[in-house]
Protein backbone atom coordinates (compact mmCIF):
# COMPACT_ATOMS: atom_id res chain seq x y z
CA UNK A 1 0.00 0.00 0.00
CA UNK A 2 0.97 3.25 -1.16
CA UNK A 3 2.02 6.18 1.93
CA UNK A 4 -0.50 9.37 2.25
CA UNK A 5 1.30 11.50 -0.44
CA UNK A 6 2.63 14.15 1.58
CA UNK A 7 4.91 12.31 3.48
CA UNK A 8 7.76 12.87 1.39
CA UNK A 9 10.85 10.60 2.45
CA UNK A 10 11.43 7.61 4.53
CA UNK A 11 14.51 8.21 6.45
CA UNK A 12 15.89 4.91 8.84
CA UNK A 13 12.31 3.04 8.63
CA UNK A 14 10.11 6.09 9.59
CA UNK A 15 7.99 8.50 7.33
CA UNK A 16 8.06 12.21 7.64
CA UNK A 17 6.27 15.13 5.79
CA UNK A 18 7.70 18.47 4.23
CA UNK A 19 9.11 21.08 6.11
CA UNK A 20 11.97 18.82 6.79
CA UNK A 21 14.32 16.86 4.78
CA UNK A 22 16.70 13.19 5.84
CA UNK A 23 19.60 15.66 5.74
CA UNK A 24 18.81 17.67 8.22
CA UNK A 25 17.05 14.99 10.58
CA UNK A 26 20.33 13.40 9.98
CA UNK A 27 21.69 16.01 11.92
CA UNK A 28 19.94 15.66 14.73
CA UNK A 29 21.49 12.80 16.26
CA UNK A 30 24.58 15.67 16.84
CA UNK A 31 22.18 18.38 18.41
CA UNK A 32 23.50 19.74 20.89
CA UNK A 33 21.59 18.90 24.28
CA UNK A 34 21.60 21.31 27.19
CA UNK A 35 20.80 19.83 30.45
CA UNK A 36 18.27 21.65 31.01
CA UNK A 37 16.13 21.31 28.08
CA UNK A 38 12.99 19.35 28.13
CA UNK A 39 12.02 17.26 24.99
CA UNK A 40 7.73 16.99 24.93
CA UNK A 41 7.76 13.64 22.61
CA UNK A 42 4.62 11.72 21.28
CA UNK A 43 2.97 9.91 18.19
CA UNK A 44 1.34 12.36 16.85
CA UNK A 45 -2.34 13.16 17.81
CA UNK A 46 -1.54 12.16 21.06
CA UNK A 47 -1.88 15.24 23.14
CA UNK A 48 1.88 17.12 21.96
CA UNK A 49 -0.13 20.89 21.99
CA UNK A 50 -1.92 20.10 24.75
CA UNK A 51 1.53 19.58 26.83
CA UNK A 52 3.49 22.30 24.83
CA UNK A 53 0.86 24.83 26.54
CA UNK A 54 0.84 22.88 30.21
CA UNK A 55 4.52 23.51 30.12
CA UNK A 56 4.61 26.92 28.77
CA UNK A 57 2.34 27.31 31.52
CA UNK A 58 4.18 25.95 34.29
CA UNK A 59 7.43 27.33 33.17
CA UNK A 60 6.42 31.09 31.91
CA UNK A 61 4.88 33.28 34.60
CA UNK A 62 4.67 35.61 32.14
CA UNK A 63 2.49 32.81 30.34
CA UNK A 64 0.61 32.04 33.24
CA UNK A 65 -0.52 35.64 34.10
CA UNK A 66 -1.51 36.30 30.61
CA UNK A 67 1.43 38.97 30.19
CA UNK A 68 3.43 37.68 27.61
CA UNK A 69 1.81 36.74 24.69
CA UNK A 70 4.17 33.95 23.07
CA UNK A 71 2.39 31.69 21.08
CA UNK A 72 3.22 27.63 21.82
CA UNK A 73 4.94 27.14 18.35
CA UNK A 74 7.36 30.03 19.11
CA UNK A 75 7.62 29.39 22.60
CA UNK A 76 8.25 25.60 21.75
CA UNK A 77 9.22 24.63 18.42
CA UNK A 78 9.34 21.46 16.88
CA UNK A 79 12.78 19.52 16.49
CA UNK A 80 12.58 17.78 13.22
CA UNK A 81 10.22 20.71 11.82
CA UNK A 82 12.00 24.01 12.19
CA UNK A 83 8.87 25.10 10.23
CA UNK A 84 9.89 29.27 11.76
CA UNK A 85 13.56 28.79 10.87
CA UNK A 86 14.05 29.75 14.72
CA UNK A 87 17.59 29.86 16.48
CA UNK A 88 17.45 26.46 18.52
CA UNK A 89 20.57 27.40 20.03
CA UNK A 90 19.81 30.73 21.49
CA UNK A 91 15.97 29.92 22.70
CA UNK A 92 15.72 31.20 26.40
CA UNK A 93 16.55 28.17 29.12
CA UNK A 94 15.13 25.71 29.63
CA UNK A 95 14.44 25.18 26.13
CA UNK A 96 11.33 22.99 25.34
CA UNK A 97 11.13 21.01 21.59
CA UNK A 98 8.18 19.10 21.08
CA UNK A 99 9.07 15.78 18.34
CA UNK A 100 7.55 12.83 16.62
CA UNK A 101 10.94 11.07 16.69
CA UNK A 102 11.06 7.44 17.52
CA UNK A 103 13.43 6.98 20.08
CA UNK A 104 16.53 6.04 17.95
CA UNK A 105 16.57 9.18 15.86
CA UNK A 106 16.56 11.89 18.94
CA UNK A 107 19.96 13.51 19.82
CA UNK A 108 22.53 11.17 21.08
CA UNK A 109 23.34 12.80 23.98
CA UNK A 110 19.24 12.36 25.37
CA UNK A 111 20.87 8.44 25.74
CA UNK A 112 23.28 9.87 27.80
CA UNK A 113 20.08 10.85 30.31
CA UNK A 114 21.31 14.71 29.36
CA UNK A 115 18.08 16.97 29.45
CA UNK A 116 14.36 15.41 30.04
CA UNK A 117 11.78 13.34 28.01
CA UNK A 118 7.66 13.72 28.76
CA UNK A 119 6.58 10.98 26.16
CA UNK A 120 2.53 11.19 26.22
CA UNK A 121 0.43 8.33 24.94
CA UNK A 122 -2.68 7.85 24.22
CA UNK A 123 -5.32 4.81 23.00
CA UNK A 124 -4.34 4.14 19.68
CA UNK A 125 -8.14 4.33 18.24
CA UNK A 126 -8.46 7.68 19.31
CA UNK A 127 -4.98 8.45 17.56
CA UNK A 128 -6.42 7.26 14.56
CA UNK A 129 -9.41 8.79 14.17
CA UNK A 130 -7.73 12.58 15.26
CA UNK A 131 -5.71 11.75 12.68
CA UNK A 132 -8.00 11.12 10.44
CA UNK A 133 -9.78 14.44 10.86
CA UNK A 134 -6.64 16.17 10.82
CA UNK A 135 -5.70 15.06 7.45
CA UNK A 136 -9.15 16.63 6.68
CA UNK A 137 -8.46 20.29 7.68
CA UNK A 138 -4.19 20.49 7.87
CA UNK A 139 -3.45 22.25 4.13
CA UNK A 140 -0.50 20.09 3.69
CA UNK A 141 -1.98 16.82 4.06
CA UNK A 142 -3.60 14.63 1.78
CA UNK A 143 -7.30 14.41 2.54
CA UNK A 144 -8.65 11.42 2.85
CA UNK A 145 -12.33 11.31 2.63
CA UNK A 146 -12.45 7.52 3.11
CA UNK A 147 -11.95 6.28 6.87
CA UNK A 148 -11.63 3.02 5.87
CA UNK A 149 -8.80 3.77 4.07
CA UNK A 150 -6.91 5.63 6.34
CA UNK A 151 -7.60 3.03 9.08
CA UNK A 152 -5.58 0.74 6.50
CA UNK A 153 -2.57 3.07 6.07
CA UNK A 154 -2.47 3.58 9.90
CA UNK A 155 -2.84 -0.10 10.81
CA UNK A 156 0.39 -0.77 7.97
CA UNK A 157 2.18 2.58 9.54
CA UNK A 158 2.04 4.15 6.35
CA UNK A 159 1.71 7.43 7.91
CA UNK A 160 4.33 9.98 9.85
CA UNK A 161 5.71 8.69 11.99
CA UNK A 162 5.19 5.17 10.23
CA UNK A 163 3.89 2.85 13.04
CA UNK A 164 1.93 3.56 16.28
CA UNK A 165 2.84 0.30 17.34
CA UNK A 166 6.87 0.83 16.98
CA UNK A 167 6.74 4.24 18.10
CA UNK A 168 5.38 4.27 21.90
CA UNK A 169 7.24 0.27 22.01
CA UNK A 170 10.48 1.60 21.04
CA UNK A 171 9.74 4.24 23.65
CA UNK A 172 9.10 2.24 26.35
CA UNK A 173 11.13 -0.10 25.98
CA UNK A 174 14.26 1.75 25.81
CA UNK A 175 13.15 4.10 29.08
CA UNK A 176 16.30 3.19 30.99
CA UNK A 177 18.52 5.18 28.32
CA UNK A 178 16.73 7.93 29.18
CA UNK A 179 15.70 10.51 31.50
CA UNK A 180 11.81 10.06 31.30
CA UNK A 181 8.77 10.81 32.47
CA UNK A 182 5.45 8.63 30.59
CA UNK A 183 1.98 9.99 31.05
CA UNK A 184 -1.32 9.04 28.76
CA UNK A 185 -3.66 11.42 27.34
CA UNK A 186 -6.42 10.06 29.25
CA UNK A 187 -4.59 10.36 32.73
CA UNK A 188 -4.04 13.81 31.75
CA UNK A 189 -7.44 14.16 31.13
CA UNK A 190 -9.25 11.94 33.76
CA UNK A 191 -7.02 14.00 36.65
CA UNK A 192 -5.16 17.37 34.84
CA UNK A 193 -4.35 18.59 38.34
CA UNK A 194 -2.18 15.48 38.90
CA UNK A 195 -0.70 15.32 35.54
CA UNK A 196 0.53 19.08 36.40
CA UNK A 197 1.86 18.13 39.44
CA UNK A 198 3.77 15.07 38.10
CA UNK A 199 5.37 17.78 35.49
CA UNK A 200 6.55 19.72 38.08
CA UNK A 201 8.20 17.39 40.09
CA UNK A 202 9.91 16.12 37.11
CA UNK A 203 11.69 19.30 35.47
CA UNK A 204 11.90 20.36 39.25
CA UNK A 205 9.63 23.38 39.35
CA UNK A 206 7.76 24.57 42.46
CA UNK A 207 4.51 26.21 42.11
CA UNK A 208 2.24 27.60 44.99
CA UNK A 209 -1.32 26.09 44.77
CA UNK A 210 -2.91 29.16 43.24
CA UNK A 211 -0.01 28.77 40.46
CA UNK A 212 -0.87 25.23 40.09
CA UNK A 213 -5.07 26.38 40.01
CA UNK A 214 -3.87 28.62 37.45
CA UNK A 215 -2.22 26.32 35.13
CA UNK A 216 -4.81 23.64 35.28
CA UNK A 217 -7.80 25.69 34.70
CA UNK A 218 -5.72 27.01 31.60
CA UNK A 219 -4.93 24.09 30.32
CA UNK A 220 -8.41 22.44 30.15
CA UNK A 221 -9.51 22.00 26.42
CA UNK A 222 -12.53 24.64 26.80
CA UNK A 223 -9.68 27.18 27.36
CA UNK A 224 -7.17 26.52 25.34
CA UNK A 225 -9.40 26.22 22.73
CA UNK A 226 -10.49 30.12 23.83
CA UNK A 227 -6.67 31.40 23.85
CA UNK A 228 -5.14 31.91 20.71
CA UNK A 229 -1.89 31.67 22.25
CA UNK A 230 -2.42 28.08 22.50
CA UNK A 231 -5.34 26.45 20.09
CA UNK A 232 -3.19 26.90 16.73
CA UNK A 233 -5.79 28.72 15.31
CA UNK A 234 -3.07 30.30 12.86
CA UNK A 235 -1.11 27.60 11.82
CA UNK A 236 2.36 27.71 11.14
CA UNK A 237 4.06 29.08 8.31
CA UNK A 238 0.21 31.24 7.65
CA UNK A 239 -1.48 27.86 6.45
CA UNK A 240 -5.14 28.29 6.13
CA UNK A 241 -7.12 25.27 7.76
CA UNK A 242 -9.52 23.42 5.42
CA UNK A 243 -12.85 22.55 6.06
CA UNK A 244 -13.72 24.34 9.14
CA UNK A 245 -10.86 22.33 11.25
CA UNK A 246 -9.22 22.91 14.40
CA UNK A 247 -6.33 21.33 15.84
CA UNK A 248 -8.75 21.52 19.04
CA UNK A 249 -11.21 19.30 17.71
CA UNK A 250 -13.00 17.50 20.74
CA UNK A 251 -10.62 16.48 22.86
CA UNK A 252 -12.20 13.52 24.35
CA UNK A 253 -11.26 10.01 25.38
CA UNK A 254 -13.43 7.19 23.12
CA UNK A 255 -14.40 9.79 20.37
CA UNK A 256 -13.61 6.30 18.30
CA UNK A 257 -16.93 5.26 19.11
CA UNK A 258 -18.70 7.85 16.92
CA UNK A 259 -17.08 6.69 13.55
CA UNK A 260 -15.94 3.40 13.98
CA UNK A 261 -17.84 0.29 12.75
CA UNK A 262 -18.02 -2.68 14.68
CA UNK A 263 -16.15 -4.34 12.00
CA UNK A 264 -13.71 -1.50 12.02
CA UNK A 265 -12.97 -1.60 16.06
CA UNK A 266 -12.65 -5.95 15.46
CA UNK A 267 -10.65 -5.38 12.09
CA UNK A 268 -8.40 -3.01 14.21
CA UNK A 269 -8.14 -5.17 17.58
CA UNK A 270 -7.38 -7.99 15.09
CA UNK A 271 -4.14 -6.23 13.67
CA UNK A 272 -3.03 -4.43 17.29
CA UNK A 273 -4.64 -5.27 20.42
CA UNK A 274 -2.87 -8.97 20.72
CA UNK A 275 0.53 -6.65 20.25
CA UNK A 276 -0.34 -4.17 22.82
CA UNK A 277 -0.24 -6.51 25.37
CA UNK A 278 3.43 -6.69 25.83
CA UNK A 279 3.37 -3.12 26.48
CA UNK A 280 3.02 -1.93 29.89
CA UNK A 281 0.22 0.73 29.71
CA UNK A 282 -3.04 -0.14 30.39
CA UNK A 283 -5.20 2.11 27.83
CA UNK A 284 -8.13 3.79 28.46
CA UNK A 285 -10.52 3.25 25.46
CA UNK A 286 -13.72 5.49 27.31
CA UNK A 287 -14.02 7.90 29.51
CA UNK A 288 -15.80 5.86 32.11
CA UNK A 289 -13.58 3.04 32.08
CA UNK A 290 -11.59 2.56 35.18
CA UNK A 291 -7.81 3.48 34.86
S1 LIG B 1 -0.19 17.03 16.81
O1 LIG B 1 -0.63 17.32 15.43
O2 LIG B 1 0.58 15.80 16.87
O3 LIG B 1 0.52 18.13 17.42
O4 LIG B 1 -1.53 16.78 17.61
P1 LIG B 1 -1.62 16.61 19.20
O5 LIG B 1 -1.55 17.93 19.83
O6 LIG B 1 -0.68 15.57 19.66
O7 LIG B 1 -3.07 15.99 19.39
C1 LIG B 1 -4.23 16.72 19.06
C2 LIG B 1 -5.36 16.14 19.92
O8 LIG B 1 -5.20 16.60 21.28
C3 LIG B 1 -6.41 17.22 21.68
N1 LIG B 1 -6.17 18.26 22.70
C4 LIG B 1 -6.73 18.22 23.92
N2 LIG B 1 -7.53 17.32 24.50
C5 LIG B 1 -7.94 17.59 25.78
N3 LIG B 1 -7.61 18.71 26.45
C6 LIG B 1 -6.82 19.65 25.90
N4 LIG B 1 -6.52 20.75 26.57
C7 LIG B 1 -6.33 19.42 24.57
N5 LIG B 1 -5.53 20.12 23.71
C8 LIG B 1 -5.45 19.40 22.58
C9 LIG B 1 -6.96 17.79 20.38
O9 LIG B 1 -8.30 18.17 20.51
C10 LIG B 1 -6.73 16.62 19.45
O10 LIG B 1 -7.60 15.51 19.73
P2 LIG B 1 -9.02 15.32 19.00
O11 LIG B 1 -9.48 13.94 19.44
O12 LIG B 1 -8.82 15.41 17.55
O13 LIG B 1 -9.91 16.39 19.54
Known amino acids: MEPSKE ?25 EIKDSDIFITTYPKSGTVW ?12 HRNG ?25 PLPRVF ?5 YYLVPRDLRKKRGRIIYVSRNPKDVMVSYYH ?18 ERFLAGKVAPSSWL ?3 TGWYSHAEDFNILFLTYEEMK ?9 ICSFIGKELSEEEVDSVVRQATFESMREDHRANYKDLPGGLVPKNDGRFLRKGTVGDWKNIMTVAQS ?3 DEVLKEKMKTLPIKFTWDINDEM
Open 67 to 91: TENVKTIDRIPWLEYNIQNADYAAL
Open 190 to 198: KDLRSAVLK
Open 266 to 268: ERF
Open 7 to 31: YVFKYKGVYFGVNTSPEYVATLEDF
Open 51 to 62: TQNILSLIIHEG
Open 98 to 102: ATHLP
Open 134 to 151: FSKFFPIAEEVPDFNLFM
Open 166 to 168: DHV
